[in-house]
């Protein structure tokens, strides 16, 4: 098996970008609402059944693909665990206006309410920011905040209150920083992203008017509003708390040669993600690549694909050992979740 270099995947959205996903990948900029781009998705829109599923350049659906053949594609030991699923998505995400403030379902609010075994835990790789400086995000409550207040704030949409209680964090190209599935967080405008999640689209929406049109509905993903703010931490986090939440360069430690773990342990049980550079040995294993910077080739066996900064690329299981070659070559390689690594319910 090879890899496979991905075209664009960029399903309409309610909120407004994109316009970074088109430079960073060198194309022509699609319309102003297209702000995602789904890279290796198994994953449908919430209620849009397949809008947003990978398309293999032969055409076939990727689900499709790794159906007919589960082992080539995920490895024996993934397939043991998680069947046909590849377990994990990966975005890219440009906000290009502020996104409302909200929330994804743990696993065990998933499994109850939704019928199924995945939330929503998510990760970004910050790649750029306004100006190349600080971008904002906001990530968890600063005090707690009781059922019926933040029943109160949906049910009159009070904008102000909900922005007001989160906790502002600045971000910088180059860091990483871990959602928990529960924390309501926002992103402002001009803040791009690579986001590694769990494969659903699963959002509560405490914030949903002027931003979706049809929020009161999907916005509580049709449980009603009383059963989906039952999925928000509400807890109070503390400055510190959200601080262990991001991770700089300087904190992503080097296992091999070429290679930084960006995300804490925490993260296994969801996803993985590395930064390979010039001279990395990865082994086998189902792999979505983002090439951040450069250019250069990914080698497996006697065959090479070329990389160029921009692309992403699908490696299946059955690629085999792959190494990295080229001066300034910069991938981000984002991993399924951890053989044998479980999330607390
Ligand atoms: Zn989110």
């Not at 993260?267 to 082994?283: C, I, M």
């Amino acid at each position: 098996m090879r890899p496979i270099i991905l075209p664009a995947n960029q399903p309409r959205h309610f909120y407004r970008g994109g316009a970074a996903i088109a430079r960073f990948r060198g194309e022509p900029p699609a319309d102003d609402h297209r702000p995602e781009d789904w890279v290796g998705s198994v994953t449908g829109r919430f209620g849009a059944g397949p809008v947003g599923v990978s398309v293999l350049p032969d055409g076939r659906p990727l689900p499709e693909a790794i159906a007919a053949d589960p082992q080539g594609w995920l490895g024996p030991a993934h397939v043991a665990r998680w069947g046909d699923s590849t377990a994990f998505l990966v975005k890219l995400l440009d906000a290009g206006q502020r996104l409302p403030v909200h929330c994804h379902p743990t696993r065990a609010f998933a499994r109850e309410h939704l019928g199924c075994a995945f939330g929503k835990t998510e990760a970004w790789l910050v790649l750029d920011t306004p100006g190349h400086g600080d971008g904002l995000v906001r990530l968890g409550f600063r005090e707690e905040v009781s059922a019926e207040r933040l029943r109160v704030w949906s049910a009159t949409q009070d904008r102000a209150a909900m922005i007001e209680a989160t906790r502002p964090v600045r971000v910088r190209p180059g860091d990483a920083v871990l959602i928990p599935a529960g924390l309501p967080h926002a992103i402002d405008a001009g803040v791009f992203v690579v986001e590694l999640q769990e494969p659903t689209d699963f959002s509560v929406l405490l914030e949903w008017e002027g931003f979706a049109p049809a929020g009161d509905e999907t916005g509580h993903l049709r449980l009603g509003w009383d059963t989906a703010l039952e999925c928000v931490d509400r807890r109070a986090w503390s400055s510190d708390q959200v601080a262990g939440l991001i991770r700089t360069r300087a904190d992503m430690p080097e296992t091999a040669p070429g290679v930084r773990r960006v995300l804490p342990e925490s993260a296994d049980p969801f996803f993985r993600a590395e930064l390979a550079g010039p001279g990395a040995e990865l082994s086998a294993g189902f792999a979505v690549l983002v090439v951040l910077r450069g250019a250069g080739e990914l080698r497996h066996g006697t065959q090479r694909v070329e990389l160029r900064a921009g692309q992403t690329v699908l490696v299946p299981y059955g690629a085999g050992d792959t190494t990295l070659h080229g001066s300034d070559l910069e991938v981000l390689r984002c991993l399924p979740p951890a053989p044998g690594a479980e999330s607390t319910p």
